[in-house]
């Protein structure tokens, strides 16, 4: 585990670890453990999140060859750290070991003597009111060394059951090393940290990681002992992750970034978020290196950790069925057999959250329908679940079928009118969305929901415009925030040139604000190409692609491949996505100032239209394109642009959708809907998956680009010219 200096090498020695406070234990699944690591020489222990940890491990103690330990760095702060972990309801291990430089000879020689052995136990159980230790040898090899590694933790092991402790071990990802850990130590453990941040190409990534994890259960190591590593660092030079996101906010979303002219590798939000999700199904659990490396806010890897677990309100029942309390279970829905995720709500009932609060086939209440089911706690507080369920019934309940609001149940008189999730009431959910598309605003709602974590990491911590459309009238932009607005939307104040004034814009950093929205038919999310607070720093070049009327799509495939191949000539990649529309948006991660990206957006559609200019073209008026596609350079400064996975008020209610260059021939913009796309998606989250690290703009391109007048502005004057010369004749 490393120092959290990105200049510094791995250093380790002992950690403590720390367990769930009741709230944590209430909104994590059961037994699902989330780890620190916190080390003595950074952090405080004023900063941890504690509500979103089970165990903290402060790192780290060195042993000594006779089975003594070397002083403990920084035992006031560890003292701390156990009063304020014991008071969050979280409790505390001791981590012993670390690399140590490479240097394990202490391990060695008092692994290898039964007196040792006996002495590090004693060394190790009862001080400063811990609740555990993990063992961080760095590493036991095959062998002898393993012999002696399983005598130890067999010993230790008794020691701590004996005396109510924890005892955790720290492991390599896999290789031969991993030899060294016999597979009987598994029995004396109470799990394992999986290493699955110490290798990977490009740095831990997903792939590489539960790989590491598949080799450990593998091996015979029980899934509820499998607590897999993440990193809050990059490689190779050791940035924290909160420096990373210090240079530019938009690193959060990505796993590379080139800092100083390195490409540096880490996890971002995203990744966290899906290894955490697949930890949660075959795992017990996440430890992460390490806690001060973290952010606050939005862009915490630990808060991500956290909801992607099951945040304050965790999934209790997948698929199967059951009857005991804590089992899976599964109820007899209104069309049949479907098996539901049930979650845990305040007032001690389970609920599906894919079911609206009221309908007329529902589960709930004190005397549910005959056939239908209820799910209970026993108590509020407790997680184990009591299933109340009625004998299945011979035939449906009358006047049952399938209603537009997905997951929900209609009788004959129509579909529910209202529903709540994450404490925004949400009404008319059976309300045609707009003209020229049969989907409601339920779709609506339902479409924003399923794609919500791919969503807000597009729209996090910019600031939003949105399109809305109201029954009976024509769409309209919303930048400045009505006054009704909820205290609890984020905003962001920008000033307005051209309106002389301060507009008041929402940052959609949460489901919470993203259902609101929709709840307000804002159909169309639309943000800067710069951050809040860093305007003047786009995270990326867009080139929008608009074919003319009457064209096929495969015109605009035409003019993209010629977009593909001027970024190609000059070193630089990007990814596309159907805008909604008719065309398709180019993006390519880039790191430069407004001017010089805007520079480069003029240079790149200019080059593009030289490869080939009967296909495409960049003049701004419409009389000169000549049945071209236009290569819109205009996104740049305060321009804003359709979001990836943005709905469209298009026919068939279509969305702005990823597409990978090679497939972007064989697919139109109509193919992906509110109601198609999350199918299409499934648990992948192309836009960031396929998106590149920020790459420098070549000096060629950005020089040409400044000799190139503003597509937007040379057009009004080139109008102006014309209507004087027409007025003239």
């Not at 403590?16 to 944590?24: C, F, L, N, R, S």
């Amino acid at each position: 585990m490393p120092r959290s200096s990105p200049w510094r090498p791995w250093r380790r020695a002992v950690a403590v670890a720390v367990a769930t406070a009741p709230a944590a234990r209430a909104a994590l699944p059961a037994g699902f453990k989330s780890v620190g690591y916190l080390p003595s020489w950074a952090g405080s222990v004023d900063s941890i999140q504690y509500g979103k940890l089970t165990h903290v491990n402060y790192s780290f103690a060195l042993p000594n060859g006779n089975g003594t330990l070397q002083a403990i760095p920084d035992t006031g702060k560890l003292t701390s750290l156990v009063n304020r972990a014991h008071a969050n309801g979280v409790k505390v291990s001791l981590a012993i070991g670390g690399w140590n430089d490479g240097d394990d000879s202490a391990f060695e020689a008092l692994a290898g003597n039964a007196t040792s052995r006996a002495t590090f136990v004693d060394s190790v159980v009862g001080q400063y009111n811990l609740d555990g230790v993990d063992i961080d040898w760095e590493y036991p090899d095959p062998g002898a060394s393993a012999d002696n590694f399983t005598a130890l933790m067999r010993q230790l092991g008794t020691a701590m059951r004996s005396r109510g402790k924890l005892l955790t071990a720290a492991v390599v990802s896999g290789g031969g090393t991993a030899e060294g850990v016999r597979t009987a130590v598994f029995d004396h453990v109470d799990w394992l940290n999986i290493m699955a941040y110490d290798g990977g190409s490009p740095h831990a990534d997903y792939d590489w990681s539960i790989a590491a994890a598949n080799h450990w259960k593998g091996r015979g190591l029980p899934a509820s002992k499998t607590v897999l590593g993440v990193p809050f660092h990059s490689r190779p030079n050791y940035y924290t992750y909160a420096q990373l996101v210090a240079v530019d906010p938009a690193n959060a979303n990505r796993d590379c970034t080139t800092v100083g002219g390195v490409q540096q590798c880490y996890n971002g939000l995203p990744t966290i978020r899906r290894r955490t999700r697949w930890a949660v199904a075959n795992a017990g659990g996440i430890t992460n290196w390490e806690l001060s490396q973290d952010t606050t806010g939005s862009t915490s890897l630990l808060s991500a950790i956290f909801e992607a677990a099951g945040g304050a309100n965790p999934p209790v029942d997948r698929t199967g069925a059951g009857t005991a309390n804590g089992t899976p279970v599964q109820l007899w829905d209104c069309n049949g057999t479907g098996a539901q995720e049930w979650r845990a709500q305040a007032d001690g009932t389970l609920r599906n959250p894919a079911l609206p609060r009221r309908h007329r086939c529902r589960f709930g209440g004190r005397h549910p329908p005959p056939g239908l089911g209820l799910l209970r706690r026993r108590q509020p507080g407790l997680a184990p679940a009591r299933l109340i369920r009625p004998s299945r019934p011979a035939s449906l309940p009358k006047g049952c079928g399938p209603c537009p609001v997905a997951g929900a149940h209609r009788t004959r008189k129509g579909c529910p009118m209202k529903d709540e999730r994450d404490g925004v009431a949400l009404t008319n959910l059976d309300q045609p969305l707009f003209d020229g598309t049969d989907a409601t605003k339920g779709d609506l709602v339902d479409y924003l929901d399923a794609v919500r974590d791919r969503i807000i990491l597009v729209l996090a911590g910019r600031p939003l415009t949105v399109v809305r459309v109201r029954p009976g009238q024509e769409p309209f932009t919303q930048k400045n925030l009505p006054k009704y607005t909820p205290d609890w939307v984020p905003t962001t104040t920008l000033w307005a040139e051209t309106s002389k004034r301060e507009i008041r814009y929402a940052v959609c950093d949460d489901r919470r604000t993203l259902l609101w929205f929709a709840n307000q038919r804002a159909v169309e999310y639309h943000v800067t190409l710069g951050p809040a607070g860093a305007f003047d720093r786009p995270t990326h070049l867009v080139l929008d692609l608009d074919p003319p009327a009457g064209a096929g799509f495969d015109a605009v495939v035409a003019a993209a491949d010629l977009v593909r191949r001027a970024l190609a000539d000059d070193g630089l990649t990007g990814v596309v996505k159907t805008s909604g529309s008719k065309g398709v948006h180019v993006f390519v991660p880039v790191d430069g100032t407004d001017d010089d990206v805007a520079a480069a957006t003029r240079a790149l559609a200019a080059r593009a239209e030289r490869l080939d200019p009967a296909i495409a073209t960049t003049a701004f008026i419409k009389d000169d394109r000549h049945g071209k596609v236009f290569l819109d350079s205009t996104r740049a400064y305060g321009a804003t642009v359709a979001a990836a996975y943005s709905p469209r008020i298009r026919s068939g209610a279509t969305v702005s959708f990823p597409v990978a260059w090679d497939d972007l021939a064989s697919v139109t913009p109509a193919d992906f809907t509110v109601r198609t796309a999350p199918a299409l998606l499934g648990d992948a989250d192309p836009w960031h998956e396929w998106m590149p690290a920020p790459q420098r703009l070549p000096d060629d391109l950005v020089a040409e680009g400044h000799t190139i007048p503003v597509a937007r502005v040379q057009a009004m004057h080139e109008g102006k010219r014309r209507a004087r010369a027409q007025r003239a004749r």
